[in-house]
T-cell receptor, first 113, second 113 residues
Framework: DTAVSQTPKYLVTQMGNDKSIKCEQN?????MYWYKQDSKKFLKIMFS???????INETVPNRFSPKSPDKAHLNLHINSLELGDSAVYFC????????????FGDGTRLSIL | GESVGLHLPTLSVQEGDNSIINCAYS??????FIWYKQESGKGPQFIID?????DKRQGQRVTVLLNKTVKHLSLQIAATQPGDSAVYFC????????????FGQGTELSVKP
């Protein structure tokens, strides 16, 4: 009965590869987010979607492409992975845009070799 | 620019004592503030929030204080328990910014039995 679930939990891959992280929420929320947490635990928003529509794109490189097939899912595809992409990526959701609090998944730890 | 910071990166307390975690913010337009707890290997977990029209809000064993004059936020945890050991983040939100949360650096709370 996990509210916000991400897969995979760990992802180890080589530089230059393309990878995807999936996120699903069963809370019935309209809005979903992706955050990046660096090695110093600093959390920064990357994207938000409301009912499949992009709301926030926080100057993230265009190698990162979020995709929302429906309002319960927000996947993150990353092309041409670089060493600096190593981080923990968190998905979150909220009832609607501007609604708080946001509910977070347990993260996907991405390691680039 | 916008920033939310913490005065102390680490805090060590004795079990049963009260803990106070501080946070400074710089955006006077922010009107919503939230505290999250992050345990190792987990995502941020909502603790308590407060809107800018309030200066104090209490939950179970936790209290958030907001001082808009000096742009300061604090989280007080009463009778701290070993299970409270985690990293605590404050975050701020400004209306009409698409729900974007701006996170502080995080304070690691360690509770000694």
């Amino acid at each position: 009965d996990t509210a916000v679930s991400q897969t995979p939990k760990y992802l180890v891959t080589q530089m230059g590869n393309d990878k995807s992280i999936k996120c699903e929420q069963n809370l019935g929320h309209d809005t979903m987010y992706w955050y990046k947490q660096d090695s110093k635990k600093f959390l920064k928003i990357m994207f938000s979607y409301n009912n499949k529509e992009l709301i926030i794109n926080e100057t993230v490189p265009n190698r990162f492409s979020p995709k929302s097939p429906d309002k319960a899912h927000l996947n993150l595809h990353i092309n041409s992975l670089e060493l600096g992409d190593s981080a923990v990526y968190f998905c979150a959701s909220s009832q609607r845009v501007e609604a708080q609090p946001q509910h977070f998944g347990d993260g996907t730890r991405l390691s680039i070799l | 620019g916008e920033s939310v910071g913490l005065h102390l990166p680490t805090l060590s307390v004795q079990e049963g004592d009260n803990s106070i975690i501080n946070c400074a913010y710089s955006n006077s337009a922010s009107d919503y503030f939230i505290w999250y707890k992050q345990e190792s290997g987990k995502g941020p977990q909502f603790i308590i929030d407060i809107r800018s029209n309030m200066d104090k809000r209490q939950g179970q064993r936790v209290t958030v204080l907001l001082n808009k004059t000096v742009k300061h936020l604090s989280l007080q945890i009463a009778a701290t328990q070993p299970g409270d050991s985690a990293v605590y983040f404050c975050a701020e939100n400004q209306r009409n910014q698409g729900g974007k949360l701006i996170f502080g650096q995080g304070t690691e709370l360690s509770v000694k039995p």
